[in-house]
């Protein structure tokens, strides 16, 4: 026990002691910060230091900014970019004796004498004199100060961005100075020296924002500030994490980005891929979530895999080479760094007299290179492949619609195409060396070799086999209907069916009929003939493919799994069984006719009744006060939305995806995120960090509720303008905010889907627009429980006037 006392009193001491040597208050011509030393902002959230990115060697140090609180090192500023420091025994941040400046001095390369490597550089006639002091504020800034006035800002970090805006940092420029402050990626996952890509206010002075790839080519546009959005971003100002402004004056012009709550902590950041990416830290998960990224999709970046690179959207990775082409830097490929591009394994074969024996591989449903494509006047396939042979410097042919397209030069920005692309397709054939089609079909041919000795083997074991058949076939006949039971009961009772991955391969024609997907794996459909006595029926299906699961056990899935098979009940969706074959994993559910609510709600089509509404609002509360209650163990579904409500043929709603949360594990709040719009339904204990308990469910089906009632998507921003009467002095605002207004004043008439014309039952609409603003109450024990819903709902309660959510009150203030 003592010894327990003097442990906790060493470590305690122990402490404080590397907090009061380590970490400074400030830099001064006094006090320069040396080697390991760090500086920390005043509550502690961000440290400046010398650092080596994660996975590097080691030999090289970087002035930088990370946050202090949080596990890992996430870097949100780098001052020597481009000149690292070879080591730490000399290196020294300090304020120069001759004019002021902050610098940062140490051994580069071989040479063991300090240089300066990098410098706030200001003009010796800006800076008051040798008293200046560097210290860091608690959103991040870097600033050098007048000594004897700090008010007196002098240099700041905030003015020189590297690949991450920060809440309170801006993007802009400043108009006096006409410098500009911009995003720059990273080289590569290991090198902060500036990358390709790069982000910057349009030089022409509108608020637009521009990507540059290579400083020059603008590849996306972020629309012009429409006052409370930008035209091409409106998923960015709708969370409810920060609030976006755009800002001009005489002296500059800036967007800047500010927390409704600062102990979020969330970025920007201008990857490796090209997009600009927003981040939230999930305590629950100890993760960085990306919320979104512009561009949406990493292949529509310019030449993002560089030259004969080819982009995949489907991938873990964007980028990968053509066929017979292999990445020039093998090194910079696994850094992330693809703009090095390809080359070929075999030169082309040319020759000055014009004959060659080069050859083309057909590259089926890609997407073709925008880039100067030459028209040939060729007729058919053959002619066209004939016109791209003649010349030396053709790489590629298309023939689509009768037209012949052929490539000189280097291809750039060649994508397959991807499920939701809005660009057709076509059929490229790449020019290739004879023996570089020699190479890929004898690698073909291996494959194929193999299959053959597996031919071979086969029919000798057939032969072996064919004695014992007919004996066996008898045996068979007789278990057959046996072991169909068996397989049916293994799973603890749950009765629920093990299939084969051949079985749901074939049921699912090759995985061809994708119904939907999200966060974790899409979902396919199925038919399987199934036999009961002597008829067999066709039975449907939705097969799902568990995507991110990580490297679960199969024990464990199998256990987790046969939990949810016990889970009946009418308003949940049943899962009729599942396969486990090595990382394959995929869950069997019955099959929902009429699909999920947001194709109802939200896509043109036939109106839903006020009737059907309601039934579905009752519906889905019964389910989800079943998983609450009625179970074994309580389970949370962690992802209401109106893409996990399916509809039955008679309407009768069905919760789908309960159970996942225990499925995926620590993963969780990753898969939710990824889905874009689906940070909407998630209650601020999410994000804040408090335990997730059954009320995150209450909350996301408070918005649920929203959109039941009127029609639209509760993250979606709403025009004021619209609704007649409105004071309202901003004119754009979130439905769920201006909707709780009009509740709590009693209004709740305009509330309701103008497709309904006035078709709804007061008291029905009445209650549940009180119940859904209760639902999405900040605090936790004001939410009621989905029991009391249930009651609510219909009615054997009377429910009081809720007031406004806090939450969404900051977001209109
Ligand atoms: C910096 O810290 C590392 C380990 O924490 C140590 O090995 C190294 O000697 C330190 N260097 C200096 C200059 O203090
Ligand atoms: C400081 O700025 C000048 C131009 O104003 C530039 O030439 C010089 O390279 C800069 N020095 C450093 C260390 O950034
Ligand atoms: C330097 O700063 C101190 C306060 O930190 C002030 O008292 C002193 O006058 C300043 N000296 C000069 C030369 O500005
Ligand atoms: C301190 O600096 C600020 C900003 O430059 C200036 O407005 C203020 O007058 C200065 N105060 C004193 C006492 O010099
Ligand atoms: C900027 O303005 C000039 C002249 O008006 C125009 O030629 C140019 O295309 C504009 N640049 C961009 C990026 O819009
Ligand atoms: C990027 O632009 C520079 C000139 O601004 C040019 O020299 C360089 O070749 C370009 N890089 C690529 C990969 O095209
Ligand atoms: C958040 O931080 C900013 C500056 O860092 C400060 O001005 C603001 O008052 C803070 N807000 C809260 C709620 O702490
Ligand atoms: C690989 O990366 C290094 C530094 O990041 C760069 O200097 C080099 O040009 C790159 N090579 C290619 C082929 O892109
Ligand atoms: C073209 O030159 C190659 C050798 O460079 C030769 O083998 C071939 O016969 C020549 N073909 C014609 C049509 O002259």
Same mark, same amino acid.
């Given at each position: 026990?003592?010894?327990?006392?003097?442990?906790?009193?060493?470590?305690?001491?122990?402490?404080?002691?590397?907090?009061?040597?380590? +970490?400074?208050?400030?830099?001064?011509?006094?006090?320069?910060?040396?080697?390991?030393?760090?500086?920390?902002?005043?509550?502690?959230?961000?440290?400046?230091?010398?650092?080596?990115?994660?996975?590097?060697?080691?030999?090289?140090?970087?002035?930088?900014?990370?946050?202090?609180?949080?596990?890992?090192?996430?870097?949100?500023?780098?001052?020597?970019?481009?000149?690292?420091?070879?080591?730490?025994?000399?290196?020294?941040?300090?304020?120069?004796?001759?004019?002021?400046?902050?610098?940062?001095?140490?051994?580069?390369?071989?040479?063991?004498?300090?240089?300066?490597?990098?410098?706030?550089?200001?003009?010796?006639?800006?800076?008051?004199?040798?008293?200046?002091?560097?210290?860091?504020?608690?959103?991040?800034?870097?600033?050098?100060?007048?000594?004897?006035?700090?008010?007196?800002?002098?240099?700041?970090?905030?003015?020189?961005?590297?690949? /991450?805006?920060?809440?309170?940092?801006?993007?802009?420029?400043?108009?006096?100075?006409?410098?500009?402050?911009?995003?720059?990626?990273?080289?590569?996952?290991?090198?902060?020296?500036?990358?390709?890509?790069? $982000?910057?206010?349009? !030089?022409?002075?509108?608020?637009?924002?521009?990507?540059?790839?290579?400083?020059?080519?603008?590849?996306?546009?972020? &629309?012009?500030?429409?006052?409370?959005?930008?035209?091409?971003?409106?998923?960015?100002?709708?969370?409810?994490?920060?609030?976006?402004?755009?800002?001009?004056?005489?002296?500059?012009?800036?967007?800047?980005?500010?927390?409704?709550?600062?102990?979020?902590?969330?970025?920007?950041?201008? $990857?490796?891929?090209?997009?600009?990416?927003?981040?939230?830290?999930?305590?629950?998960?100890?993760?960085?979530?990306?919320?979104?990224?512009?561009?949406?999709? %990493?292949?529509?970046?310019?030449?993002?895999?560089?030259?004969?690179?080819?982009?995949?959207?489907?991938?873990?990775?964007?980028?990968?080479?053509?066929?017979?082409?292999?990445?020039?830097?093998?090194?910079?490929?696994?850094?992330? $760094?693809?703009?090095?591009?390809?080359?070929? %394994?075999?030169?082309?074969?040319?020759?000055?007299?014009?004959?060659?024996?080069?050859?083309?591989?057909?590259?089926?449903?890609?997407?073709?290179?925008?880039?100067?494509?030459?028209?040939?006047?060729?007729?058919?396939?053959?002619?066209?492949?004939?016109?791209?042979?003649?010349?030396?410097?053709?790489?590629?042919?298309?023939?689509?619609?009768?037209?012949?397209?052929?490539?000189? &030069?280097?291809? #750039?920005?060649?994508?397959?195409?991807?499920?939701?692309?809005?660009?057709?397709?076509?059929?490229?054939?790449?020019?290739?060396?004879?023996?570089?089609?020699?190479?890929?079909?004898?690698?073909?041919?291996?494959?194929?070799?193999?299959?053959?000795?597996?031919?071979?083997?086969?029919? @000798?074991?057939?032969?072996?086999?064919?004695?014992?058949?007919?004996?066996? @076939?008898?045996?068979?006949?007789?278990?057959?209907?046996?072991? #169909?039971?068996?397989?049916?009961?293994?799973?603890?009772?749950?009765?629920?069916?093990?299939?084969?991955?051949?079985?749901?391969?074939?049921? /699912?024609?090759?995985?061809?009929?994708?119904?939907?997907?999200?966060?974790?794996?899409?979902?396919?459909?199925?038919?399987?003939?199934?036999?009961?006595?002597?008829?067999?029926?066709?039975?449907?299906?939705?097969?799902?493919?568990?995507?991110?699961?990580?490297?679960?056990?199969?024990?464990?899935?199998?256990?987790?799994?046969?939990?949810?098979?016990?889970?009946?009940?009418?308003?949940?969706?049943?899962?009729?069984?599942?396969?486990?074959?090595?990382?394959?994993?995929?869950?069997?559910?019955?099959?929902?006719?009429?699909?999920?609510?947001?194709?109802?709600?939200?896509?043109?089509?036939?109106?839903?009744?006020? #009737?059907?509404?309601?039934?579905?609002?009752?519906?889905?509360?019964?389910?989800?006060?079943?998983?609450?209650?009625?179970?074994? $163990?309580?389970?949370?579904?962690?992802?209401?939305?109106?893409?996990?409500?399916?509809?039955?043929?008679?309407?009768?709603?069905?919760?789908?995806?309960?159970?996942?949360?225990?499925?995926?594990?620590?993963?969780?709040?990753? +898969?939710?995120? /990824?889905?874009?719009?689906?940070?909407?339904?998630?209650?601020?204990?999410?994000? %804040?960090?408090?335990?997730?308990?059954?009320?995150?469910?209450?909350?996301?089906?408070?918005?649920?509720?929203?959109?039941?009632?009127?029609?639209?998507?509760?993250?979606?921003?709403?025009?004021?303008?619209?609704?007649?009467?409105?004071?309202?002095?901003?004119?754009? /605002?979130?439905?769920?905010?201006?909707?709780?207004?009009?509740?709590?004043?009693?209004?709740? &008439?305009?509330?309701?889907? !103008?497709?309904?014309?006035?078709?709804?039952?007061?008291?029905?609409?009445?209650?549940?627009?009180?119940?859904?603003?209760?639902?999405?109450?900040?605090?936790?024990?004001?939410?009621?429980?989905?029991?009391?819903?249930?009651?609510?709902?219909?009615?054997?309660?009377?429910?009081?006037?809720?007031?406004? !959510?806090?939450?969404?009150?900051?977001?209109?203030?």
């Amino acid at each position: 026990m003592s010894s327990l006392i003097v442990m906790a009193a060493f470590v305690a001491l122990a402490f404080c002691f590397t907090t009061a040597v380590g +970490a400074a208050a400030t830099v001064s011509v006094r006090r320069p910060l040396r080697g390991n030393d760090t500086l920390v902002s005043a509550q502690g959230k961000f440290e400046l230091g010398l650092f080596t990115p994660a996975g590097s060697s080691g030999d090289r140090f970087y002035l930088g900014i990370w946050y202090k609180n949080i596990p890992g090192q996430t870097v949100i500023w780098v001052g020597n970019r481009a000149s690292p420091l070879s080591g730490l025994a000399s290196a020294e941040l300090r304020v120069s004796t001759d004019d002021g400046n902050l610098e940062l001095v140490g051994p580069t390369g071989a040479s063991a004498t300090p240089m300066v490597v990098w410098s706030s550089n200001m003009s010796s006639s800006l800076l008051p004199g040798s008293n200046n002091t560097a210290e860091i504020h608690d959103n991040g800034n870097l600033v050098l100060v007048d000594g004897g006035n700090s008010s007196n800002v002098l240099w700041q970090s905030f003015d020189h961005p590297t690949d /991450t805006q920060v809440p309170e940092a801006w993007v802009g420029e400043n108009k006096l100075t006409g410098e500009y402050q911009a995003l720059t990626s990273w080289r590569n996952a290991q090198d902060p020296a500036p990358g390709m890509f790069s $982000d910057t206010l349009d !030089p022409n002075g509108t608020s637009e924002i521009f990507f540059m790839w290579n400083r020059s080519y603008v590849y996306w546009r972020s &629309g012009v500030w429409t006052g409370s959005f930008f035209a091409r971003l409106p998923e960015a100002p709708k969370n409810f994490i920060y609030k976006t402004t755009y800002v001009e004056t005489p002296a500059y012009r800036r967007l800047i980005n500010v927390l409704y709550d600062n102990a979020t902590m969330a970025r920007h950041v201008l $990857d490796l891929t090209g997009q600009l990416k927003m981040y939230v830290w999930m305590p629950t998960s100890q993760s960085w979530q990306v919320l979104w990224t512009a561009p949406m999709v %990493s292949c529509d970046v310019y030449a993002l895999c560089g030259t004969f690179g080819l982009c995949d959207q489907s991938g873990k990775l964007p980028c990968g080479c053509l066929p017979g082409f292999a990445p020039v830097s093998e090194r910079n490929w696994t850094l992330n $760094d693809w703009s090095g591009g390809c080359r070929r %394994s075999w030169p082309l074969t040319c020759a000055p007299n014009g004959s060659t024996t080069d050859g083309f591989l057909a590259l089926p449903d890609v997407k073709l290179p925008d880039d100067s494509p030459a028209v040939g006047a060729a007729k058919s396939k053959l002619e066209c492949e004939s016109t791209c042979l003649k010349s030396c410097s053709c790489q590629a042919y298309a023939f689509s619609a009768g037209e012949c397209t052929v490539w000189h &030069g280097e291809l #750039r920005n060649l994508q397959r195409l991807y499920v939701d692309s809005d660009s057709p397709g076509a059929d490229l054939y790449v020019r290739l060396s004879e023996r570089g089609l020699q190479d890929l079909r004898s690698s073909v041919d291996r494959k194929k070799m193999g299959r053959k000795l597996w031919l071979v083997l086969g029919i @000798v074991l057939a032969g072996v086999a064919a004695v014992g058949a007919s004996a066996i @076939v008898a045996w068979r006949i007789v278990l057959a209907r046996r072991r #169909r039971l068996t397989k049916m009961a293994n799973v603890n009772g749950s009765s629920l069916v093990v299939y084969s991955y051949g079985d749901l391969r074939a049921a /699912t024609k090759n995985f061809s009929d994708r119904l939907g997907g999200g966060g974790f794996g899409s979902v396919y459909r199925g038919v399987l003939k199934q036999h009961k006595g002597d008829n067999s029926t066709h039975v449907q299906m939705a097969v799902k493919k568990l995507e991110s699961l990580g490297r679960q056990g199969d024990k464990q899935f199998r256990t987790e799994v046969s939990t949810l098979g016990l889970i009946h009940h009418v308003n949940l969706v049943r899962l009729l069984g599942f396969c486990s074959s090595g990382d394959e994993k995929m869950l069997v559910y019955e099959y929902m006719p009429r699909g999920s609510l947001d194709g109802l709600l939200f896509h043109d089509g036939p109106c839903l009744s006020w #009737r059907d509404r309601y039934y579905i609002m009752i519906g889905v509360a019964r389910g989800l006060a079943y998983l609450h209650l009625g179970c074994r $163990d309580c389970i949370i579904h962690c992802d209401i939305k109106p893409e996990n409500i399916l509809l039955d043929e008679d309407m009768s709603p069905k919760i789908a995806d309960f159970g996942m949360a225990k499925l995926v594990g620590r993963d969780f709040s990753r +898969a939710l995120t /990824t889905m874009r719009g689906t940070i909407g339904y998630l209650a601020p204990e999410w994000i %804040s960090g408090q335990p997730i308990s059954t009320k995150a469910d209450v909350y996301s089906f408070g918005m649920v509720l929203f959109e039941l009632i009127s029609g639209r998507r509760s993250s979606e921003g709403y025009n004021m303008t619209e609704a007649a009467g409105s004071r309202c002095s901003d004119s754009w /605002t979130f439905f769920p905010v201006w909707a709780a207004g009009k509740i709590v004043e009693g209004e709740v &008439g305009v509330v309701a889907d !103008p497709r309904l014309h006035g078709q709804v039952r007061p008291e029905e609409l009445e209650r549940a627009c009180r119940v859904a603003c209760w639902c999405i109450q900040d605090e936790e024990v004001l939410r009621p429980t989905m029991a009391q819903v249930v009651q609510a709902l219909e009615g054997v309660v009377h429910v009081h006037a809720p007031p406004v !959510p806090r939450v969404l009150q900051h977001i209109v203030s």
